[in-house]
């Protein structure tokens, strides 16, 4: 899947055209990796984003073309920075 979908899908960041801003600003890595949009995300892949000075990273637990908002975050598991 797509980076930017899997964003939003997840609810990790709400819209995708905000999450298209976040990849071509190189505010989002893949595994240590800067990211465009459209990189492929996997289940076991890192995704690292940057909001200013703070940092989330995020591990990729499950794939899903369309999650309801209860099961978005059973979606990826949050790691300390």
Known sequence: MRLDKYLKVSRIIKRRTVANDACDGGHVCINGKPA???AEV???DVIEIRFGERVSRYEVLSISE???KAEAADMYRTLNA
């Open 36 to 38: 465009k949009p459209g």
């Open 42 to 44: 996997k289940i076991g």
């Open 66 to 68: 369309h999650a309801p």
